[in-house]
């Protein structure tokens, strides 16, 4: 068994974060960086794709990306869904360019694997993290932290599932 050296995990869209677990300890998040954008007078976000590049090529060692499998939602519109999926495509791009392993991990497993259930909060994600993570307790202090909390657990997840 080897322990991995890197694992790139990502809770995707605008709100989500971009996790790196080096050697099981070593926590760096970056919330998913966004832009701005003005479409017919109107302020739209965006990803960063050269941002999302430039992080992924600074993590060139990677062991693989984990990232969660998405679809629609119900009640979401056409161009939300479309807009996610954009952006998850553009992520699996960008890891695809690295030449890494991909590892789309439904919400379910990941969740039930770490240890939340169904109908836990976005509070749950938060505690949870702080548990696996209590050095970087500060990164999950906020209730808009749960992005970086469940990148965080899903490459706690990953890292588990490459060690068992």
């Not at 990803?47 to 990677?62: K, M, P, Q, S, V």
């Not at 970086?148 to 490459?155: D, H, W």
Request: charged content about 25%; glycine content about 10%; some cysteine.
């Amino acid at each position: 068994m080897t322990i991995p050296r890197l694992i790139v995990a990502v809770d995707p869209g605008f709100g989500g974060a971009i996790a790196f677990l080096r050697n099981g300890s070593e926590l760096e998040i970056h919330d998913m960086p966004c832009l701005e954008l003005k479409r017919n007078g109107k302020a739209k976000r965006d990803l960063n794709y050269t941002e999302i590049g430039r992080l992924f090529d600074c993590a060139h060692d990677a062991d693989g990306l984990w990232v969660e499998r998405v679809s629609s939602m119900p009640g979401q519109g056409i161009s939300s869904a479309f807009a996610f999926g954009k952006s998850t495509g553009a992520i699996i791009g960008a890891a695809a360019a690295q030449f890494w392993r991909i590892h789309e991990i439904p919400p379910v497993t990941w969740k039930r694997a770490v240890g939340l259930r169904a109908g836990d909060g976005k509070d749950a994600s938060r505690a949870l993290a702080i548990h696996y993570f209590p050095t970087y307790s500060a990164l999950f202090a906020r209730k808009r932290d749960e992005g970086r909390a469940e990148a965080a657990l899903i490459a706690w997840y990953a890292f588990r599932s490459q060690i068992e």
